[in-house]
């Protein structure tokens, strides 16, 4: 069946992973490390049950702590240097990213292949076939890749290939993201900021990618609603990386695995320096989650209103080189939808959930339409809340009024069953539920 | 340059709600016709040629519409959203539109089970052009339709806790209190100054209290 397969990365293959070498954590600011450290599976499993035991706060605690990811083969720097020097590719060296030690692993499709330069295996780049690709179609990854070997990469990449390849709105390159070192507050602060500005990422990547099915934009996406079933904001935020969908645009789900945010909103093309100034801008807003703390982010969202905020913003997470690339020239239109969402998605709405725990007051407009002819509404109250708290689920929402009648009745033919049950569900787990239960009880059956 | 099939425009397609000429339309399979041109085949009108530039998907984006067809006693107002899994439909369906109304939250105060609402013409068209009636009139509507949208944003619910206001909500949660159209009391403070734009954007002349 033609779609897009839900592969590894190369670079994170288990041939690349060899189960056996890992990374410490920290290396993606300062670049590979010289040496590998040799880390067996099951000590690492010690590692991580001893590091649950130590009682960090949950948002400065590390993404590679919270989530259980494979460790990672890394190619050193003589190992890149090396390949640059062999392939000639020194003049492919101009691009200067903020962080050029930053890891990124890069995926690029392409359809009507018909030449690849048996080179590219050897260096950077594995080639595998994608079934949602026509016509000869073929997926270039690559290992994990410092950022200042990405311009000779992509170069290499594109010269090896014969000159009609071909770019069809099938094919796309992606861009994973090195975000294990980030804590879950940098993770927060960069899910905001991108929520906010994603408009603007279409925009510069290619809008007409919005529609995709592969590459759905998070402001439209029902991710967005999980991100604030819970009263704590922990759980909204484990919760939604762990459920990601993999087609989202901003995919979470590779945090789970690789430790890696996947960006897939660039459409195929093998134009390099936009190719550049797009990792480059996903770069910077990994700085600027870096250097944001979630404090100052919450700030950011609830001031964000004028054009000259928004404005402002864009060149603080950007700079001065990088925002006049993007097209600013709606900023309020773009942002205003994602502000909103951010606002409702930072913060945790208490007073909601507390209306949500009471019971319904009697003469309430909620109520008042659920008035049962021959019944008291105390009674109502109290089935009503019965049901609530056991969450029986007793009738359907669109039922009639004699459903809830003979509910009612059923309640009251069957009293001792019923108060036997909640006393054994509630005696040992919350005698308050319990004392709760039972007063309902009293009233439903008190005829 | 790759032409796509009758088989691959209906895996697209197919089983699903597009844009043909601009109306929504349930497109059921593409097929070769006696001429080997490929036709679409729709539930509601007769089968057209193919024409890329006839066929599109709507573009939607996150936020409340009102369903027409609400029957007396179920939600008006539903959000809807996309589902970024793994699925072939371009076009809208149940596999790629998730439908929540925040009618559903009261639920479980009233110990009911969840409500759905299935995706059809009448919502694929509520939801492409959605139509919202004036604050007064959604609050009139309350009653009978427990949950209305006044907004993409923004809409009015029944109150569990009040004899005579209404709750202010957004797909995400409860914000606030409308004491009348024109006096709303926030209560999720975070959201104060984007009731004070609604307000503003749309000459509403709301005045907008934090609660």
């Known amino acids: ?149 990405v311009e000779p990469a992509l170069t290499q990449l594109f010269n090896g290939l ?70 704590d904001l922990e759980q909204s935020l484990y919760n939604s990386v762990s459920s990601c969908e993999k087609y989202s645009a901003l995919n979470l789900g590779p945090i789970n695995t690789f430790g890696t945010l996947e960006y897939r909103h660039m459409s195929g093309t093998d134009n390099i320096p936009k190719l550049l100034v797009w990792i480059s801008l996903i770069n910077k807003l990994k700085i600027w989650a870096y250097r944001t703390s979630l404090e100052d982010m919450f700030r950011h969202v609830s001031t964000l209103n004028t054009s000259s905020a928004y404005r402002e913003f864009i060149n603080q997470i950007f700079g001065d080189k990088l925002t006049p690339l993007l097209d600013i020239s709606n900023l309020p239109r773009d942002l205003e939808q994602g502000v909103y969402n951010a606002k409702n998605i930072a913060f945790v709405n208490k007073w909601h959930f507390e209306l949500l725990n009471k019971t319904p007051a009697k003469d309430s407009t909620l109520m008042r339409v659920q008035k049962i002819p021959g019944i008291s509404e105390a009674t109502i109250i109290a089935y009503h809340g019965l049901a609530g708290i056991s969450g029986m689920n007793i009738t359907l929402d669109t039922s009639t009024d004699e459903v809830i009648r003979h509910q009612i009745v059923i309640i009251r033919e069957r009293e001792e069953e019923y108060r036997r049950y909640f006393k054994e569900r509630f005696e040992k787990s919350s005698a308050k539920k319990l004392n709760l239960t039972l007063m309902y009880m009293d009233t439903i059956c008190a005829v | 340059m790759y032409n796509e099939s009758a088989d691959d425009l209906s895996r697209k397609y197919g089983n699903s709600y597009v844009l043909w000429n601009g109306e929504v339309q349930y497109c059921s399979e593409f097929r070769y016709n006696n ?63 998730h439908l929540e109304s925040p ?109």
């Open chain 1, 1 to 149: 069946m033609p779609g897009e397969p839900s592969t590894v990365p190369s670079f994170l293959s288990n041939e690349a992973l060899g189960g056996i070498v890992a990374v410490p954590p920290g290396s993606l600011t300062s670049g590979p490390p010289e040496q590998y450290y040799q880390l067996p599976s099951a000590t690492a499993s010690k590692i991580s049950k001893k590091a649950k035991l130590v009682q960090t706060p949950f948002m400065e605690r590390r993404i590679n702590e919270v989530f259980r990811q494979n460790a990672i083969h890394l190619k050193t720097n003589e190992f890149h240097e090396e390949m640059v020097t062999l392939h000639k590719l020194d003049n492919a060296t101009s691009f200067e990213f903020a962080s050029p030690n930053s890891l990124v692993g890069i995926e690029v499709e392409v359809e009507n292949i018909k030449r690849i330069d048996p080179n590219l295996i050897l260096t950077w780049w594995v080639i595998e076939e994608d079934a949602s690709l026509r016509n000869n179609g073929r997926e270039f990854k690559t290992c994990p890749l410092p950022l200042k070997y």
């Open chain 1, 162 to 231: 014969n000159d009609d390849r071909d770019f069809s709105n099938r094919t796309s390159v992606h861009v994973h993201q090195d975000v294990r070192s980030f804590s879950m507050e940098n993770l927060f602060v960069l899910i905001l900021t991108y929520m906010i500005i994603e408009p603007l990422m279409f925009r510069f990547a290619d809008s007409s990618r919005r529609k995709s099915i592969y590459c759905v934009p998070m402001n439209s996406a029902n991710t967005l609603l999980k991100m604030c079933k819970h009263t």
């Open chain 2, 35 to 97: 001429k080997d041109v490929i036709v679409v085949i729709f539930s509601d009108i007769e089968e057209q040629v193919y024409d890329p530039r006839a066929l599109s998907v709507p573009s939607l984006e996150f936020g409340f519409f009102n369903y027409s067809k609400a029957p007396t006693g179920f939600p008006k107002c539903w959000s809807h959203s996309r589902r970024p899994k793994r699925q072939w439909h371009r076009g809208i369906c149940e596999a790629n539109t």
């Open chain 2, 103 to 211: 009618w559903e939250r009261m639920l479980n105060l009233l110990g009911k089970k969840n409500i759905a609402l299935r995706v059809d013409k009448v919502v694929v068209n509520n939801m492409v052009t959605p139509v919202f009636p004036k604050i007064a009139e959604a609050l009139e509507e309350l009653e009978r339709f427990k949950c209305v949208a006044i907004s993409t944003q923004y809409a009015v619910c029944l109150h569990p806790q009040h004899a005579t206001r209404a709750l202010l909500t957004t797909p995400f949660s409860f914000i606030g209190e409308v004491v009348s159209p024109r006096e709303w009391i926030v209560k999720h403070h975070v959201m104060l100054q984007e009731i004070v734009d609604f307000s503003n954007r749309n000459n509403l002349g709301i005045d907008v209290y934090a609660g």
